[in-house]
């Protein structure tokens, strides 16, 4: 069984650099459990006249048909995506949500329109569960069951618990491959597209492949170096532990649930750089072999960061003044850069930047430069 969870948790990541693989690897997942299928939802314009979109879903679904469904069924489809939202949202772990909570009654659950027309199709029941808590708008997890099933088994949550931390990971991570996706193919093939910096490592450490960025880190910032045989060592030991903990197993991903940015190496006292690190275990790019190694994202919180301010400002409770200290955060000042700005005293700067932290549940300015990064963010030059 573990050599099955490692298996999928690869396979999991290896999306996360290719976008192109998550059909497949949706579909893993729902046949490991008896599923029919599941999608990967986000909402467009969550604020305002909202629709749904289907972003990823596995490889038994025509996305056309999935997409005619939702628009036909859209206020119901909403309303059972809000049910889920409010008891997902419960606790920072990923926990799948039956869809006992959409009905009083199983009878009254089996007459709603949009289920009538799920059960023409060969489905039933549903769970579903936030994969990211920052932004509740994107990955949505659902999985879908046949007619003939009653919904997931408790050894079926159980490997579902398994997974989703990781697939929460690599769909955070994957969003530079989503839009690179969309007009490109994968990540390591146009590396030089990408504002975040990019390292490719061997199975041993050993640095395979950089972009532009990540060199210009690199040369910046005293976090990180090449040794003598060509391996990459960080500076601190503390950041070096928890890196070969990340490296030793594709397991010890995924351990922060519904917000996989806390997994970051904050490699500095200031947050110059956010590190995280992902398995690497297979790529068109490379080649039909396995490659076995990891992949490094690392971004340079210290430059700016353009996101909408508008939705981080909603989703997290901020006031107009905390809004206003965020942008200037996104732009890469100190605290005392921001006091100067704003023309106020840095004890109140720190005072609105220590309330800005607890809201969005960070612990460092590093983690919410990173938490901003799902809002929005261009990755692409």
């Known amino acids: 069984m573990t050599h099955d969870i490692r298996d999928d948790v690869l396979s999991i990541y290896d999306a996360a650099t290719d976008a ?3 059909p497949d690897v949706l579909q893993r997942i729902a046949d490991r459990i008896d599923a029919v299928g599941c999608i990967v939802f986000e909402w467009q314009a969550p604020f305002g006249d909202r629709s749904l979109h289907a972003s990823h879903c596995s490889a038994y679904y025509d996305p056309e048909s999935v997409r005619t469904y939702i628009d036909r069924h859209f206020a119901d489809e909403a309303a059972d995506q809000d049910a889920f939202e409010a008891h997902s949202l419960a606790a920072d772990s990923i926990d799948l949500i039956e869809d006992d909570v959409l009905a009083p009654s199983s009878a009254a659950l089996r007459a709603k329109p949009n289920v009538v027309t799920l059960q023409k199709l060969g489905i039933l029941h549903r769970a579903a569960g936030l994969l990211n808590k920052d932004n509740t708008a994107i990955s949505r997890f659902s999985v879908q069951f046949g007619v003939d099933r009653a919904g997931p088994t408790p050894a079926h949550r159980h490997r579902l618990g398994q997974l989703l931390p990781h697939i929460a990971k690599a769909l955070d991570l994957g969003q530079a491959a989503a839009q690179l996706g969309r007009t490109h193919g994968g990540v390591l093939n146009l590396l030089e597209k990408l504002k ?8 041993a450490g050993h640095v395979v492949q950089t972009n532009e960025e990540f060199q210009r880190q690199q040369a910046a910032h005293a976090v990180f170096h090449q040794d003598l045989k060509g391996k990459l060592r960080f500076r601190r030991p503390h950041d070096q532990k928890q890196f070969e903990a990340l490296v030793t197993d594709a397991l010890h991903h995924g351990q922060y649930g519904g917000r996989p940015r806390k997994e970051a190496i904050a490699t500095d006292a200031e947050g110059f ?3 995280e690190v992902a398995p690497l275990h297979q790529a068109d790019e490379i080649g039909s072999k396995t490659f076995g190694g990891y992949i490094l994202h690392s971004t340079d919180t210290s430059v700016p960061v353009s996101c909408d301010i508008t939705l981080v400002q909603r989703a997290h409770g901020l006031t107009d003044s905390e809004r206003a200290v965020m942008e200037l955060i996104g732009q890469g000042l100190t605290n005392r850069q921001i006091a100067e700005v704003r023309g106020r005293a840095i004890a109140t700067i720190n005072a609105q930047v220590k309330s800005i932290l607890s809201k969005t549940h960070c612990a ?11 809002f ?4 692409l030059k």
């Open 364 to 374: 460092t300015r590093t983690q919410l430069v990173r938490m901003m990064m799902s």
């Open 20 to 22: 192109r693989r998550w």
């Open 196 to 203: 975040v910096g990019i390292c490719v490592l061997d199975p």
């Open 273 to 275: 750089l956010c590190i």
């Open 376 to 379: 929005g963010v261009s990755y």
